[in-house]
């Protein structure tokens, strides 16, 4: 587990003193002849920052800032580069128009707030200090039109999977993102993989309830061939397993394909499951072979169903994003980057498509492609009109908040809509029950794994089998009192103080910022959130049972593991929020998107979020960075051979 990481950064007065040395001797009359734009003096400002408060401590001289501290709990690999960069810039120009820095704006938003706060302090002219613009490296100037083998629109996982990919198959790659960062949704996620592996599940018990769970899907009634074949192969693994005499958690891409398509309701396409489950694994190798390391055990995540979910050993999922940059870096002569730079059409010449007209900082971008486009724009999340018009399985979403970043607002569909390709699921918007009251990101959410937490409402209650789906849970979860519930949970998912969630937050400081309550007993916990302490007690006492096996669970859970038995427990307030929209462009098996005839559109791929078709109505917890990677290898691939 890594920890928490609080830096702090010193930057020593060096600057200030180089300054005195380079000065010419004799220059004291121009000085004064320089408006004074602070009282000098230190002064202290604060902001919050992607996770948590961030401090700034600013020595300013009449003219300039000589001395910047920063003291954060931001995570690694978002936070630190980006203090590192940005408060040099700040420093060394005396800024507040610096540039944010890519793949850690809410780090560096963060901190030029904090700053600010400090020199308004200083009686500085805030408002002037913003407009002294300082550029960054990837500012695009003017006009321009560039050429490349392959030109991908959109910067997060499936993206920068399918430069990367292309690349890997000879194909020179321009890569445009419309924020100022790569990683998109990606980068924010818990960053949960799913995939059968032999070797990481191989240290699991399997227990009875998950025995009947595979038994199930093997006896439910089929008319799908391509399904019935599942269903086939899965019995034959199933014999195999149970001649073997193995008490190990049995696990297949087979069972992963029917989990995948029953959980989203038989909508999903089989061909398209079929390719996603079969090549989750060799996905891994791939990123394991660019550097990429993943912690030595699996987990269910929320609505995974199953023990299949890979962690990252980075946090979040800063480690895709990093281990996608580092390939581009090294190869940066072939793969180029642009970032700040909006897609808002396709370049068509005789039904092909060509190339991407978009928007630079300062100007006009546009794209020719040799051989193929790679549309991978993400979804709609955060787009509440759009949500609106497409919204069937949920009361008005309007109101409800999201965990998805600013940029993910459908962008490539309504692009793909305007040549009249073919779209499918939009209805389907998946819901997470885990959204912070506040702000409606999954940070903060105290649950380690599926096994281990009950989920009560403000009466303290159970009301929904907290393994189940994540549109089950959600949709149980807005039937209570306003829609909110706490998670609870014990010793066994935070051993100490210092153990951190899926967002590297600590449970200490989560229970310090008042974001989590902890206490020795259930009655005492009960008391501090509010609810019924005798209605908690049975709720954990009846969970518990069904733990032992002593009496079956009210609501028909089937995972466990540890009881909640062990001080001190703990409650983490959650509702819901919008968090992954299933719908999207159709494709083929080689990523290829299709017109409303079915017909491929020449030179046009699409991979990850923006696509519709495999999830059905509901996406499995940990099926979207699997499936981002897979297809947006595939994607990279198929337009760089131009398939
Ligand atoms: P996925 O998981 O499918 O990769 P992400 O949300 O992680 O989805 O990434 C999608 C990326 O595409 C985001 O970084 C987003 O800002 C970017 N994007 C969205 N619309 C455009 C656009 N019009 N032009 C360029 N980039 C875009």
């Given at each position: 587990m890594?920890?928490?990481?609080s830096?702090l ?9 180089a ?8 220059n004291?009359e121009e000085?004064?002849?320089?408006e004074a734009?602070f009282?000098?003096?230190t002064?202290e ?5 992607f996770?948590g408060?961030?401090k ?8 300039e800032?000589?001395?910047l ?7 690694e ?5 980006a ?10 120009n ?10 850690a ?11 600010e706060?400090?020199l308004e302090?200083?009686g500085?002219d ?9 550029a960054g490296d990837?500012e695009v ?7 490349a083998d ?5 910067g ?6 399918a430069?990367i990919?292309?690349h890997?198959?000879?194909?020179s ?5 419309k924020m ?20 990481l599940q ?8 998950e025995?009947?769970t595979?038994?199930s899907?093997?006896s ?7 399904v019935k074949e ?6 034959a ?9 193995s008490?190990?958690?049995?696990d297949?891409?087979t069972?992963?394909k029917?989990?995948?398509y029953y959980g ?8 398209l ?11 891994i190798?791939w990123l ?9 055990y ?8 199953w ?8 946090p979040?999922g ?7 940059t580092n390939?581009i ?8 980057v ?10 068509v010449?005789?039904?092909?498509v060509t ?8 100007g006009?971008?546009?794209?020719y ?7 991978a ?5 955060a ?11 949920w009361?008005?979403?309007?109101n ?8 993910a607002?459908?962008d ?16 389907d918007?998946?819901?997470?029950p885990m959204g912070d ?5 999954l940070?903060g959410?105290i ?5 281990n937490?009950?989920?009560?409402n403000?009466?303290?209650?159970r009301?929904?089998?907290e393994?189940s ?13 306003d ?6 949970v014990?010793k ?12 590297n937050?600590s449970?200490?400081?989560l229970?310090?910022?008042g974001?989590a ?21 049975k709720?954990?006492n009846?969970?518990n049972?069904?733990v ?12 466990f593991a540890?009881k ?9 307030a959650?509702?819901p ?8 462009v ?15 559109i ?7 979020e923006?696509?519709g078709g495999?999830?059905?109505t509901n ?5 979207a960075?699997?499936?981002?990677t ?5 994607a990279?691939?198929?337009a760089a051979?131009?398939k």
């Open positions: 890594k920890k928490l990481i830096i950064l010193i930057l020593s007065m060096v600057l200030g003193m300054g005195c040395s380079n000065e010419p001797a004799g004291t000085e004064a002849q320089v734009m009282t000098p003096g002064y400002g604060e902001a919050e920052g996770h408060t961030i700034a401590t600013v020595t300013v001289s009449e003219t800032i000589t001395d501290q920063v003291v954060h709990t931001e995570t690999g978002l936070g630190d580069k203090i590192e960069s940005i408060v040099i810039d700040i420093k060394e005396t800024s507040l128009g610096v540039p944010v820095v890519s793949g704006t809410y780090s560096s938003e963060g901190i030029l707030k904090a700053v706060a400090a302090k200083a500085a805030v408002q002037a200090l913003k407009e002294k613009t300082v990837e100037k003017g006009d321009i039109e560039k050429t392959v030109v991908v629109i959109g997060g996982g499936a993206g920068l999977a430069a990919s292309a890997q198959n000879g194909a790659v321009i890569l445009i993102e100022p960062r790569l990683g998109g949704n990606t980068i924010i996620s818990g960053s949960a993989y799913n995939s059968a592996d032999p070797e191989s240290g699991l018990e399997m227990t009875d309830l025995k009947q595979v038994e899907y093997i439910r009634e089929e008319s799908d061939p391509a599942w269903q086939e192969t899965l019995a693994e199933w014999e195999e397993y149970k001649a073997s005499g008490t190990n958690l049995f297949s891409p069972l992963h029917l989990q995948t989203g309701d038989g909508k999903g396409s089989t061909e499951i079929d390719i996603f489950a079969e090549n989750t694994l060799p996905s190798k394991e072979d660019m550097g990429m390391e993943f912690k030595d699996v987990f269910t995540v929320l609505g995974g169903l023990n299949r979910a890979h962690k990252p050993e980075k979040l800063t480690g895709f994003v990093d281990t996608y390939y870096e090294e190869n940066s002569s072939d793969i180029e642009l970032l700040d730079t909006k897609a808002v059409s396709f370049i010449e005789d039904g092909a190339g991407v007209n978009a928007e630079g900082k300062n006009a971008v546009t794209l492609a040799n051989n193929g486009v790679v549309l724009t993400g979804g709609f999340g787009n509440v009109e759009m949500r609106e018009q497409y919204n069937t399985l009361p008005s979403l309007a409800i908040k999201t965990t998805n970043h600013t940029g607002t459908g490539g569909i309504v692009m793909s809509q305007e040549i009249n390709a073919s779209i499918t699921g939009m209805e918007i998946q819901l997470l009251p506040e702000t409606g990101s940070s959410n649950e380690q794994g599926v096994q937490r009950i989920f009560v403000k009466d303290g209650n009301f929904v089998d393994g789906r994540r549109d089950v849970m959600t949709k149980a979860l807005m039937e209570q009192t829609s909110f519930m706490w998670v609870i014990d066994h998912s935070y051993p100490t103080g210092d153990t951190v969630n899926n967002f937050e449970i200490d400081g229970v310090e910022a974001r309550f902890k206490a020795d007993s259930l009655e005492e916990l009960a008391k501090q959130i509010g609810v019924d302490p005798e209605n908690l007690v709720a954990v009846d969970f049972a069904a032992d096996g002593t009496m079956e669970d009210s609501f028909g859970r089937t995972l540890d909640l038995d062990t001080a001190p427990f703990y409650a983490g959650r509702v929020t919008v968090h992954h929209t299933m719908g999207g159709v494709i083929t098996e080689n990523a290829q998107m299709v017109d409303g005839n079915g017909v491929v020449k030179g046009l791929y699409a991979a990850g923006v696509t495999i999830h059905g996406r499995l917890g940990g099926n960075l699997a499936e981002i897979v297809f947006g290898r595939i990279g691939e198929s051979l131009g």
